[in-house]
């Protein structure tokens, strides 16, 4: 029986319905972990500045507000998941654990799944295709070329 499985989380129909899967999966299981993963976007150097006039003194702070914005939204996510995926579990037999991390969302995934020594993971496709996909660098291309953990992708 796999016991821990990651879902990466974006608030995308795709994504819930990940989860659900994931949950679906782990319902069987007498215990295991289901980790629920929100990537928020890098912050660049320069995200705070507003062009001329910018007062350079309120850069850190701008920085950090920005940051816990990105993170109070990332674990607003992840509790509508959380939400989602509980009443499809065998009560308190499956622990629901929510993650929300800064980064790369592909290197994210991968680091977070070999951290946690996880067995599966789950991420919604926005099925944007194959040509689509390649110009643009798919996430789930990234992470299906660069893990080695069984990876299911939701459509």
Known sequence: MIQHILVAVDGSPFSLR??????KIMHRN???T??????????TGLE????????LKKAPEEERQALE?????????????????QPLLKGE????????????PAQKIIETAETKKCEMIIMGSRGAG????????SVSQKVLNNTQCPLLIVK
């Open 69 to 85: 914005k990105a993170f109070k939204k990332g674990q607003e996510i992840l509790e509508e998941a959380r939400v989602t995926c």
């Open 18 to 23: 990940a989860a659900r899967l994931g949950a």
């Open 93 to 104: 037999a499956v622990r629901i654990e929510t993650v929300v991390v800064p980064g790369d």
């Open 34 to 43: 289901l980790t629920l993963l929100f990537i928020t976007k890098l912050l």
């Open 48 to 55: 705070w500045f507003k062009g001329p006039g910018t007062d």
């Open 30 to 32: 007498e215990t295991g």
């Open 130 to 137: 194959m040509i689509k996909g390649a110009l643009l660098g």
